[in-house]
C-alpha cells in the first residue's frame, strides 16, 4: 500500500514538469522555476531512495526498539510490584517484629520477676533451713551436754554411793535389802 502511495507521488512530481514547462512564459524568469523543479526532483528521488532503502530497516529498528521498550516496560512493572509487595512484607514484618518485642519483653518481666520470687523463697526457706538446723544443733549440743553431765553426775553419785555403802553397810542392812527386794519379786510373781 505504501509503495502505492509512493509511486503515485513520485510519477506526479515527475510529470509535474512537463506541465510547468506546456505554461505560457510569464513576467518571471523561467531559471527560478526550472531551478524549484530540479530541487522537487531531488528531494523526491532522496526521500525514494531513503523509504526504499532504510525505511524496511528503520521499521524494523522502531518495531523491535518498541517491543524491548514494551518489555522492559512490563520487566520494570513486575519488579515494581514485586518490590511494593516486598516493602509490603517488610511492613507487616516489622509491625509483628514490634509486636512480638513488647511481648517479648512483657514476657522477660515476668520471668524475671518469678525468678526474683523463687530466689527470694530460696532465700528465706534456706535460711529457715539455716536456722532449724542451728536450734536442732543447739538442742543437741545442750542435750548431749545434760546427758554428759547427768552421766558425770550418775558416775559421782554412784562412786560416792559405793564409797558409802563399802563404809556404812552392815550386815542387817544387807539383810533388810535382800528382804525388801524378795518381797517385790513375790508381788510381782502373784500378780
Known sequence: MKARILTGVLLATMLAPSLAFAAEQGGEPAGA???LVFYVINFAAFVFVIFYYAGPGTSSYFKERARLIRSDLERLEAAYKEAEAMAERARARLA???????KLGEEIARE?????????EAGRAGAERVRRDAELTARALAEEGRRRVRAQLASSAASMARELIRKSFEPADQERLVEGFMERIRSEASR
Not at 96 to 102: H, P, Q
Open 96 to 102: 509483628g517484629l514490634e509486636d512480638e518485642l513488647k
Open 112 to 120: 524475671t520477676a518469678f525468678q526474683v520470687r523463687k530466689l527470694r
Open 33 to 35: 522555476w526550472l531551478k
